[in-house]
């Protein structure tokens, strides 16, 4: 008797799911050692096997230390460029990129903002803000490859700026610069989870907060366009699981969604990442800007905790 057509799909799908990666992964990682240690931890007893490191932080070599002692030889941790326009200092020197800073010579241009200058801007005023661009990130490059070498393999942004056509196109042209050619960037974040595996729980649909709806909306209107642009490269996009539940990825949303992810992934034929942010401060002074009262919240809010929680308590066999 035959295996029927039903279970051979499912078996098909096991083994997808086999050959291709399931990255458990942490945003944010190196704003203090302190909070490092606390990320790492989510590795040392948990599911995390991927991080990205923000490079403008002044615990960037410390925390280059830290992930050292936990993964020496670089193989059990995906170290991925969390490229950043948020929040701190930029590294090419404010005087470098004057369009980017305030008064004080910190980051202070929204996502909305970019998002209004890659329609808006043309002519002389895009040149100008594209050769800033490519200044901040190339230096960005530099601190996380020549300055501390963090074996980065592929890369991602804070709160997701890369997506932007302005931002990812001058990203593509730095990246094919002879001093970056030698790096193996292999993949690229697409942050824009697939609709299909969050409609198997009509109860987890309707719990998706308006405003991810919103940044979905957004982000979704380039994916297409820059995933195109990573194919002809050559560069991977894995399935994305983290914007519907951004902030909020809890033990039992991950625990719900999980099983619906990987198996829309395995079809792909294609690695998932979900995203957390697990990495809490406990003190203002702490912030890269200490000023910014939306960083505070989010930063030591008890969701990092539940966060991390949720990365200690999965299985560690994907």
Not at 148 to 177: G, N, R, W
Not at 200 to 225: E, F, T
Request: hydrophobic share 40%.
């Amino acid at each position: 008797m035959g295996v029927p057509a039903h279970k051979k799909e499912r078996e098909k799908e096991k083994i997808a799911v086999m050959e291709n990666k399931v990255w458990f992964h942490a945003d944010d990682y190196g704003v203090t050692k302190e909070q490092s240690e606390r990320i790492l931890g989510c590795y040392q007893n948990g599911a995390l096997n991927s991080i990205s490191v923000l490079p403008n932080t002044p615990a960037l070599e410390e925390s280059l230390e830290v992930l050292n002692r936990v993964d020496p030889d670089g193989t059990r941790i995906r170290r991925v460029l969390h490229l950043n326009f948020v929040e701190g200092k930029p590294l090419a020197g404010a005087e470098n990129v004057p369009g980017l800073v305030d008064d004080t010579g910190c980051f202070d241009k929204s996502f909305i903002r970019l998002f209004q200058w890659d329609h808006l801007k043309r002519g002389a005023a895009r040149r100008r803000i594209v050769r800033q661009l490519g200044t901040e990130i190339a230096a960005q490059l530099r601190a996380v490859t020549s300055q501390c070498d963090y074996k980065i393999t592929a890369i991602d942004s804070h709160q997701h700026y890369h997506m932007i056509p302005i931002v990812f196109d001058t990203l593509m042209e730095v990246l094919s610069e002879k001093e970056f050619e030698h790096l193996r960037i292999c993949q690229i974040r697409i942050p824009v989870d697939p609709t299909a595996p969050l409609m198997h729980s009509a109860q987890m649909l309707r719990g998706v907060p308006v405003m991810n709806w919103v940044k979905w909306c957004i982000l979704k209107i380039y994916a297409d366009r820059n995933k195109k642009v990573l194919q002809n490269k050559g560069v991977g996009t894995p399935v994305f699981f983290g914007i519907f539940y951004t902030c909020e990825m809890k033990k039992e949303v991950v625990e719900a969604l999980l099983p619906a992810y990987r198996a829309y992934a395995a079809r792909k034929d294609q690695d998932l990442e979900l995203m957390f942010h697990p990495g809490n401060l406990t003190a203002r002074y702490e912030l890269l800007d200490a000023r910014r009262d939306e960083l505070a919240d989010f930063y030591m809010s008890d969701n990092r905790y539940y966060e991390a929680e949720c990365l200690k308590l999965l299985r560690r066999d994907f």
